[in-house]
């Protein structure tokens, strides 16, 4: 269960994260209400998530979904690079925050 806490934490992170773009065009209480709601339920989820899982291993996860989640919006939503190389690196954080989850156990 504190696994699927973690990864939860990590995407409302992202619309954290979504929420800080959007802010950043167009500051109104909409979006700062999505950026404040985001992190604060995050941050929420992490901390029960690292009662049971290591602090390194769940901060790693944690911000490996962020920055993952984060590129990726950004590509889709945001009309970011989608340069191969952009994308091998992301994948190359899937891989290694999914390693973290069997190294933890």
Do not use: H
């Not at 339920?41 to 911000?63: D, G, H, N």
């Not at 590129?71 to 945001?78: E, N, Q, R, S, T």
Request: some cysteine.
């Amino acid at each position: 269960m504190d696994w699927w806490m973690l990864v939860a934490a990590g995407l409302f992170e992202v619309v954290g994260v979504i929420g800080i773009k959007r802010v950043s065009e167009r500051d109104n209480w909409t979006n700062n209400i999505l950026m404040i709601g985001g992190f604060l339920i995050s941050f929420r989820l992490l901390l029960q998530a690292m009662e049971t899982i290591s602090l390194s291993t769940a901060y790693a996860v944690w911000t490996g979904i962020g920055t993952v989640g984060g590129a990726v919006v950004g590509m889709i939503f945001f009309k970011e690079s989608k340069n191969p190389l952009r994308i091998l690196c992301i994948l190359g954080i899937v891989a290694c925050v999914a390693a973290l989850r069997f190294v933890e156990q």
